[in-house]
């Protein structure tokens, strides 16, 4: 009885599907997409587009699965379509992107027919991504106390090149200038460096030697910004 849980619904037939598989397919699929929903939503920002998207990709993968059935040529032309999409919204950040991976692969096994592989690889990504999310990963709070980005403006009669090496040398491990550009109507400079703090405690000191230097001009130091994007 316990293995038959994990046979496929769809083998009685490969030429037609009867409307009950079809619905336990779509329905399966659809609590597997609310299920993944809930998780993506768990302690992060999202937008409640994407969750609803999310929540229907697998009964949508699942549907064109089954219209497939087997049919290469069907295969050949849904690819084909699935190609010409072109998604013009925000880009994700990597976690957006393993969400639909995840979703679209929930929906491929429920396509298949193997509605209990379905609902065991979904409570398992579900909870690994869950536990994952909740782990702390304190190395990620340390990077962000050490590594830095300084936005310091300094009157245009400056030379910039290497007017705070001094002040670089004794409280950065690091530091690279990462732009440079003319403001208030070409009498100032705007320089951006990415740096790394040898002591995160004597940041306030950090910056007031550099006011010394700037003629206490505008100083941020913010956060190092990481690219989510990539993979």
Same mark, same amino acid.
């Given at each position: ?7 496929? /619904?769809?083998?009685? =037939?490969?030429?037609?599907? =009867?409307?009950?598989?079809? *619905? ?10 609310? $299920? ?13 587009? $994407? ?45 957006? *992107?393993? =969400? ?26 579900? *909870? ?25 403006? *300094? ?22 200038? /990462? =732009? ?8 100032? $400079? ?42």
């Amino acid at each position: 009885m316990f293995n038959s849980l994990f046979t496929s /619904v769809l083998t009685e =037939s490969t030429e037609t599907i =009867s409307i009950s598989n079809f *619905i336990a397919c779509i329905g399966v699929s659809l609590l597997i997409g609310i $299920f993944f929903a809930f998780m993506y939503a768990f302690r992060t920002k999202y937008t409640k587009s $994407f969750v609803i998207t999310l929540a229907m990709l697998p009964a949508i993968v699942c549907t064109v699965i089954m219209m497939v059935n087997g049919n290469i040529g069907a295969g050949v032309a849904v690819a084909g379509a699935f190609s010409l999409v072109r998604f013009r919204s925000v880009p994700g950040s990597a976690r957006d *992107i393993g =969400s639909i991976f995840m979703a679209m692969g929930a929906g491929l096994i429920t396509g298949m027919g193997y509605l209990g592989y379905a609902i065991l690889f979904s409570l398992i990504m579900g *909870i690994v991504l869950m536990l994952l999310t909740t782990v702390p990963f304190s190395g990620n709070k340390k990077r962000d106390a050490i590594e830095k980005t300084l936005k310091i403006t *300094i009157p245009e009669d400056l030379d910039y090149y290497n007017v705070f090496d001094d002040i670089f040398d004794q409280y950065t491990t690091e530091h690279a200038l /990462v =732009s440079s550009k003319t403001t208030n109507m070409g009498s100032m $400079f705007k320089l951006i460096y990415n740096i790394s703090l040898k002591d995160p405690s004597k940041e306030k000191e950090f910056v007031d030697n550099l006011r010394c230097k700037n003629g206490n001009l505008e100083i941020a130091l913010t956060r190092q910004e990481v690219n989510n994007n990539a993979l």
